[in-house]
């Protein structure tokens, strides 16, 4: 197959994924449905079963303008965001994969950035990571690794277990994607503990933890310490920026009521609210950085 054909192939069956992912997202909180049942999607505000036409990627939010056909209640432009994010990770996967012989390596990568999606955004919507990401990965990690053994062609680790063949060998990628999964929880699972004893309350929580674990199972022990390092850089920005947010917030309504806060209270109330935000969202972006690009962003450090 062409490259360019293999990338559209990717970016067209991304974008009903990503449709699939908004539906996982969305329903992840509520009781009285699954994934499965009701088959076909409802405009929350009228319960209008949506037709086929209405539930086209991308193309049905954007003749719509954005509101149900029915109700013309706005549709939130997360639905469009996700599935073109999501279009455009499995095309990205399929370029960092080359070619189109690899073709499984490229799906796993699709696969497991997919979930990265779904563990981003309920994180932000529930402040909770669902087990079938986290668990699901730590179990498919070894196994996936074991069968696409160039999921670990990057890995100092597979590679030296290797020796002696030509590419990765199986039982490498295995042991490489073992050494990721136990790092990945135990560092994680080491800065809660500490910070639970130095500060007296939970630092990191558990579904972090299990994050970091299945991702560690995808891109080995020197992706796990990228992805972590990603991590915390995005999550310092955005806690930065957050409090930032908090602190113009607070000071303007202040202004609006004509009794302007002084700054270093309206500072410190911003830190107090602002100080909270969920980490998942940025150890999946970590992970996904790691996933695809590690050996890049190594020898762009060294
Ligand atoms: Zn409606």
Redesign the pocket.
Known sequence: MHFEVFLLWMGLAGLFVGSFLNVVIYRYPLEEVTVSNPRRSR??????SLGWYENIPLVSWTIQLGR??????RIPWRYPLVEGLTSGLWVAAAFAAGSSEEWALAMVWAVVLSGLVVATFVDFDCLEIPDSVSIGGMLAGPLLSALVPALHGGSWLAVRLSEGSSQVTSMGAFTASIAGLVLGWSILAGIGWLGARAFGKEAMGFGDVKLLAAGGAFVGPGGVALALMAASVLASVAGVLNIARFYYLIRSRARRRGVPKPVRKALHVARIVGRYIPFGPYLAVGIGIALLYWNDVISWLL
């Open positions: 405009c929350p505000k009228c319960e209008h149900c056909r029915h109700c013309q209640v």
